[in-house]
């Protein structure tokens, strides 16, 4: 069992920058793929970007090219989300999701844990 809490959401204006973490229990984090998905308001949940195990394979979703960078601490058992250049269409909830096994996956359904999500609000 994985549990995930996410943290660093806020109220940020229009090109300014966020940085979300996201703590995972489980001894199992240094080979677990991981992601982070967002939902805005009246929206599916949308992929955002992700990253294998060990940390060095990512895969970048279109809001996140260019601006968003993926990490993840396995000694810490962190994973963040740097997100630059933030505009209003980036308003959400941010999720931090983890798979049980596999490699870096993008949707939804190919993951098994779940935070509760941080709120995300870019305002112009």
């Known amino acids: 069992q994985v549990q995930l809490v996410e943290s660093g959401g806020g109220l940020v204006q229009a090109g300014g920058s966020l940085h979300l973490s996201c703590s995972a229990s489980?001894?199992?984090?240094?080979?677990?793929?991981m992601a982070w998905f967002r939902q805005g308001p009246g929206k599916d949940r949308e992929f955002v970007v992700a990253?294998?195990?060990?940390?060095?394979?990512?895969w970048h979703g279109d809001p996140a090219k260019g601006r968003f960078t993926i990490a993840k601490d396995n000694a810490k058992n962190f994973l963040y989300l740097q997100m630059n250049r933030l505009k209003p269409e980036d308003t959400g909830v941010y999720y931090c999701?983890?798979?049980?096994?596999?490699?870096?996956?993008?949707?939804?359904?190919?993951?098994?844990?779940w935070g509760h999500g941080t709120q995300v609000t870019v305002v112009a």
């Open positions: 990253i294998d195990g060990s940390g060095t394979g990512t």
């Open positions: 489980g001894s199992t984090f240094s080979t677990t793929a």
């Open positions: 999701a983890a798979r049980r096994w596999g490699t870096v996956a993008t949707k939804k359904e190919d993951y098994d844990y």
